[in-house]
């Protein structure tokens, strides 16, 4: 019991167990790896009995070396040092403990393990036990080693070699899991290795180093290492309170390159920014995907006052014409005004029903509207898309008035860019120095395209870019005019007594 009242060999006792449990996972994988040649049900048994036979082996070594090394006799002498049996165990040993450590560590930083691989042969239940002692014996020796350079007590050793061996039987699983996924922790004790390696080859030619100095650095360098694993542990719970399609988001925006999302997170030093490895249009379609959860369904819709139309008081032959020279398909009809909807036809029905003589009207009612609140965004429109089995959605608001049109068309337009009409102007074009903007073109489009920020607000009612420009107005802009928001200075190019037409943006620190 004389360890009991001793503190140093408590520390001794307690750093020991550690090292004896990380210096046996080597030993417990490959015997893991024999017992998978065996059949499932007598792998358990096969694990017991290869590590019983460990534990064994490693007392009957550890009291053969601890009975060597009280051997001080000189056997020889070499200039003025001299050798007894003792001195060549702990310098041999030594010399096999660095070697083991140095190997190791350069396998683990820049060799690659060797892969096993399985087989569905079966092997004898005895071979896979003799091949498992033969490995308890070389797996042992660094282990023996080991207890013998860190503590002068045979039986501190051995209550060492049997509790690590106990914990090793019992939690094997849960042990290995947690040193493979702690990769510093077997570097940890693959350098206390190499530091009581030099001790027992110093000792082994009469230079005595006390224990209390490999102690007190095995001590710091365990403190050390449980504050990394601290400091880890919650970088990663922290990780997990975001939602997954924020952590998701934010790992494909580093990924493509996003600039203004890595200026947001350079002082972030833990996550260096990922190369860019996306082209220019990928990176546009994928933002654009990301972004559907986000988007209002306003900022894709045609608005009320640029849908196409077809009025049932109108003559037949003023529709027919309407049809012919427009490039939908679908037609929203309606009696006299946008807000008295009766139906959605196909222009192909419609024809088909003309020519067979049929009531507008009656046509339009047999295809119902699909009506979405203009509240909602736009991957729950999507989603509706896909059950409703329609090609257009009529967008009402709180008051049920018709705000304008989404179709399928438009969502694709969203991800991917524009795809103008024949004759159609696209709503941002690009100059030398600048970009000309339709008054009508999405705020959010802009943001895409420009590359800035800034310009659009969940609280704001306006989804356009002369909306923005109107709210920064006390009246209705004139061509001519500037107006500086967000880092872009835009001059109204073209314009009417009601709305922006037309308007030139441009960088504001570039002039």
């Known amino acids: 019991m004389e360890f009991l009242l001793e503190p140093q060999l408590w520390v001794g006792l307690i750093t020991l167990i550690i090292i004896e449990i990380v210096l046996g996972i080597d030993n417990l994988v490959f015997i893991a790896i024999l017992v998978k040649k065996l059949p499932p049900e007598q792998r358990d048994k096969a694990r017991t009995i290869g590590l019983s036979l460990a534990l064994i082996m490693r007392l009957a070594l550890l009291s053969v070396v601890s009975w060597l090394v009280t051997l001080t006799k000189p056997l020889f002498s070499i200039f003025e040092f001299s050798f007894s049996a003792r001195d060549l165990i702990l310098i041999i040993g030594g010399l096999f403990l660095l070697y083991k450590a140095t190997h190791e560590l350069h396998e683990r930083m820049e060799g690659d393990l060797s892969n096993q691989q399985s087989t569905n042969v079966y092997a004898s239940f005895g071979v896979i036990i003799a091949q498992i002692l033969a490995l308890d014996a070389v797996f042992s020796l660094d282990s023996i080693i080991t207890a013998v350079g860190m503590v002068d007590s045979l039986s501190v050793m051995m209550v060492a070699v049997i509790v690590a061996m106990i914990v090793m039987l019992v939690a094997s699983k849960s042990i290995t899991n ?34 209390g100095y490999l102690y007190a650095a095995i001590g710091f360098s365990i403190l050390i290492e449980f504050l ?74 045609t608005p009320k006052n640029e849908v196409e139309w077809l009025n049932v008081t109108d003559d037949i032959s003023n529709i027919k014409e309407i049809i012919k020279n427009s490039c939908h398909q679908l037609f929203p009809v309606c009696e006299g005004s946008l807000d008295n909807l009766i139906g959605i036809v196909r222009s192909k029905d419609l024809l088909l029903g003309i020519e067979a003589g049929e009531n507008i009207a009656e046509i339009a009612s047999r295809h119902t509207a699909y009506i979405v609140p203009d509240s909602i965004n736009a991957i729950r429109l999507l989603d509706g898309f896909r059950e409703s089995r329609a090609g257009m959605a009529i967008l009402a608001d709180e008051f049920g008035h018709i705000q304008g049109i989404v179709t399928l068309h438009d969502l694709l337009e969203s991800i991917v860019g524009d795809f103008p009409d024949i004759g159609e102007t696209p709503e941002i074009n690009v100059l030398d120095d600048a970009w000309l903007v339709r008054g009508s073109a999405s705020l959010h489009d802009l943001e895409s395209r420009l590359e800035t920020q800034g310009l659009t607000d969940k609280n704001q009612e306006y989804i356009t870019l002369a909306g923005l420009l109107l709210s920064l107005s006390s009246n209705i802009p004139k061509v001519g005019d500037v107006i500086e928001y967000a880092k872009l200075k835009c001059e109204i190019v073209e314009a009417n007594d009601f709305k922006i037409l037309m308007v030139k943006v441009s960088h504001a620190e570039a002039n």
């Not at 890595?262 to 994928?286: G, K």
């Open 228 to 301: 990394n694993q601290l400091i880890q542990s919650n970088k990663a719970k922290k990780a997990e309170r975001q939602p997954l399609r924020q952590r998701t988001t934010e790992a494909i925006f580093r990924l493509m390159g996003n600039k203004h999302y890595n200026e947001q997170h350079e002082e972030d030093e833990s996550e260096e920014p990922a190369p860019v490895s996306f082209a220019a249009a990928e990176r546009d379609m994928v933002t654009g995907v990301l972004s559907l959860a986000e988007r209002n369904v306003r900022t894709v819709m």
């Open 178 to 211: 947690f040193v493979n996924a702690h990769p510093t922790v077997i570097v940890l004790c693959l350098s206390f290795l190499l530091m009581i390696g030099f001790i027992l080859v110093a000792e082994g030619f009469g230079f005595h180093i006390p224990k």
